[in-house]
T-cell receptor, first 112, second 111 residues
Framework: DAGVTQSPTHLIKTRGQHVTLRCSPI?????VSWYQQVLGQGPQFIFQ???????GRGNFPDRFSARQFPNYSSELNVNALLLGDSALYLC???????????FGQGTRLTVV | QKEVEQDPGPLSVPEGAIVSLNCTYS??????FMWYRQYSRKGPELLMY????GNKEDGRFTAQVDKSSKYISLFIRDSQPSDSATYLC???????????FGKGTKLSVIP
């Protein structure tokens, strides 16, 4: 069985640009969450979606947005990129809204 | 005070040693506790998931939760060089979707 897949694995963007990150959850999982992990820190919660509805949002600015599609895949969008947005962006999928979360390999974003 | 405190290490042990990793927390609403292993530049891998005080064992790994002291531990027996990684504790409240992580402890197991 395929695990959580994220794309792209790496990308480099310039300050002020926009980026879209993609996530496909484990087959049968209906919940997707997004986390940001800065080097040397634990992941920080950004969003959770369950059954295509936003169920939670962390303490991130409005430049961050996300959505979940009918096939339960998800996109994370970040506008007006800042140098501080450089991080590993992790997607996690869960069978239900509150069950164990399984993470993908992440997308490493570098903003220059 | 951060909600979850975890000593970042680094922790270096000889192969075969018993490793003890710990986290403390301040939020009494946390009811579910997890340990993840993260290799360099990879996503976290779920090792243990517990929701009650006491011990849970899985192979060489034992997770221990003491809710009265707000203290959780992960023990690794017969440690192997392949256990070298960063170990993250995570927790969430009942009915909550948000995981709160510690900073992670970097472990090196020396052959």
């Amino acid at each position: 069985d395929a695990g959580v897949t994220q794309s792209p694995t790496h990308l480099i963007k310039t300050r002020g640009q926009h980026v879209t990150l993609r996530c496909s959850p484990i087959s049968g999982h209906k919940s997707v969450s997004w986390y940001q992990q800065v080097l040397g820190q634990g992941p920080q919660f950004i969003f959770q979606y369950y059954e295509k509805e936003e169920r939670g949002r962390g303490n991130f600015p409005d430049r961050f947005s996300a959505r979940q599609f009918p096939n339960y895949s998800s996109e994370l969008n970040v506008n007006a990129l800042l140098l501080g947005d450089s991080a590993l962006y992790l997607c996690a999928s869960s069978l239900g809204e509150w069950t164990e979360a399984f993470f993908g390999q992440g997308t490493r974003l570098t903003v220059v | 005070q951060k909600e979850v405190e975890q000593d970042p290490g680094p922790l270096s042990v000889p192969e075969g040693a018993i490793v003890s990793l710990n986290c403390t927390y301040s939020n009494s609403a946390f009811q579910y506790f997890m340990w993840y292993r993260q290799y360099s530049r990879k996503g976290p891998e779920l090792l243990m998931y517990t929701y009650s005080s006491g011990n849970k064992e899985d192979g060489r790994f034992t997770a221990q939760v003491d809710k009265s002291s707000k203290y959780i531990s992960l023990f690794i027996r017969d440690s192997q060089p392949s256990d070298s990684a960063t170990y993250l504790c995570a927790m969430k409240g009942a009915g909550s979707y948000q995981l709160t992580f510690g900073k992670g402890t970097k472990l090196s197991v020396i052959p």
